[in-house]
Structures are given as structure tokens and as C-alpha cells.
T-cell receptor, first 109, second 113 residues
Framework: GQNIDQPTEMTATEGAIVQINCTYQ??????LFWYQQHAGEAPTFLSY????GLEEKGRFSSFLSRSKGYSYLLLKELQMKDSASYLC??????????FGSGTKLNVKP | DAGVIQSPRHEVTEMGQEVTLRCKPI?????LFWYRQTMMRGLELLIY????????DSGMPEDRFSAKMPNASFSTLKIQPSEPRDSAVYFC???????????FGAGSRLTVL
């Protein structure tokens, strides 16, 4: 079966660093994705890892360990506009994407 | 490109009524996905199509739900009859097979009274 786990909610301070963890278990594995979703809006693509290691994109970085079924999203220099839900998704066989329930990040001044 | 276009954006209906949600994927994308999002269950994959053919509908909750993709630029998700527990935001997403990015539409917020 498929299982994607991530924390429900986190709070961090503007300017700080926050790490959102995700563990996954899927039938087949073809990549780990992070999406950002602001309240009332559609999810938008943030990052993608298929090999182990860290991928950096500006203030956002994503890490993957396939042997551990583990990923994290690292957000640096937090801004108020980063308040959103962050969805972890694993791509399984046959082009199927499985999403976690999302981590709601609250950024406080 | 205008992105993935969904309609209606909001629908309020009464239990027992038929609901039809529509989606126009990004031109050139050949994979189309229907998801449902609720607070309790998050984003659930209902069905997806490759080249207009349904590949996996195991996520469709029950026979009241059906989806079609008559051509590469249009898909529908139908609920008949609708029930209050169907209330959710329904997202359509498309991608190019072999690409790794799903592009989501703005969603259709359904409320069944």
C-alpha cells in the first residue's frame, strides 16, 4: 500500500529556518516532490528529488534518502508569505502521485 | 498557456442532484488526474488518464462517481446522485508523461447540502 506521513502543523518565526519532514512508502518509487499550497488555492510545484542528496533552489532545499524512505523540505530566511501548507508527494508506478495530508506552516513576525 | 482550467469554481447543490465538474488540461499534456481534497483525508487521487484512456480508477469512491475524457482537451467528473459527504474541493491536474511536474487547476469547491 501507499503511505505518506508528515507533521500536521508547524510554527516558525520570520527570518528563521524550518525543516518539514516526510516519510513515504509506495509501490514503486520514481521521485519525491514537494508542493506549496496557500489557503484556497491550488498546489504549486516546489521541488523534486529522484536521487539521494540535497537539491537547492534559492531559499528552499529538499533532501532525499531512498533507503530510509525519508525526505525533508528546508526553508531558509522565512518570510510571512511562506505561510502555507506544504505537501509531500511520492511518484509510484504508472505515473501515479501519492500526496501526504500536508504540513500547515505558520510564520510569525 | 492559460494553465489547467476547471469549472465551475464553486457549486452548491442539494443531496441527490447530479454534479458535473469539467477540466481542460494544458495543451500538449497527455496525462490527466482528478484529485479530491478534504481536511480529513488530504489530497486523494480519484482517477487518472494517459492519452485519454483511464489507467487507474481505483481511487473512485463508489459507483456514483464516473469520469470521462472524450478527447485530449477535455475531461469530466460526474457524481450522481450527490451526497453531503462528497463535499470537497476537486482538483484536476495534468502533466506530460515522462515529465515530473503536475500542474493543478484552481479547483472546484463542491458543497452538497
Amino acid at each position: 500500500g501507499q503511505n505518506i506521513d508528515q507533521p500536521t502543523e508547524m510554527t516558525a518565526t520570520e527570518g528563521a529556518i524550518v525543516q518539514i519532514n516526510c516519510t513515504y512508502q509506495t509501490s514503486g518509487f520514481n521521485g519525491l516532490f514537494w508542493y506549496q499550497q496557500h489557503a484556497g488555492e491550488a498546489p504549486t510545484f516546489l521541488s523534486y528529488n529522484v536521487l539521494d542528496g540535497l537539491e537547492e533552489k534559492g531559499r528552499f532545499s529538499s533532501f532525499l534518502s531512498r533507503s530510509k524512505g525519508y525526505s525533508y523540505l528546508l526553508l531558509k530566511e522565512l518570510q510571512m508569505k511562506d505561510s502555507a501548507s506544504y505537501l509531500c508527494a511520492a511518484k509510484g508506478n504508472f505515473n501515479k502521485f501519492y500526496f501526504g495530508s500536508g504540513t500547515k506552516l505558520n510564520v510569525k513576525p | 498557456d492559460a494553465g489547467v482550467i476547471q469549472s465551475p469554481r464553486h457549486e452548491v447543490t442539494e443531496m441527490g442532484q447530479e454534479v458535473t465538474l469539467r477540466c481542460k488540461p494544458i495543451s500538449g499534456h497527455n496525462s490527466l488526474f482528478w484529485y479530491r481534497q478534504t481536511m480529513m483525508r488530504g489530497l486523494e487521487l480519484l482517477i487518472y488518464f494517459n492519452n485519454n484512456v483511464p489507467i487507474d480508477d481505483s481511487g473512485m469512491p463508489e459507483d456514483r462517481f464516473s469520469a470521462k475524457m472524450p478527447n485530449a482537451s477535455f475531461s469530466t467528473l460526474k457524481i450522481q446522485p450527490s451526497e453531503p459527504r462528497d463535499s470537497a474541493v476537486y482538483f484536476c491536474a495534468s502533466s506530460l508523461a515522462g515529465d515530473n511536474v503536475l500542474t493543478f487547476g484552481a479547483g472546484s469547491r463542491l458543497t452538497v447540502l
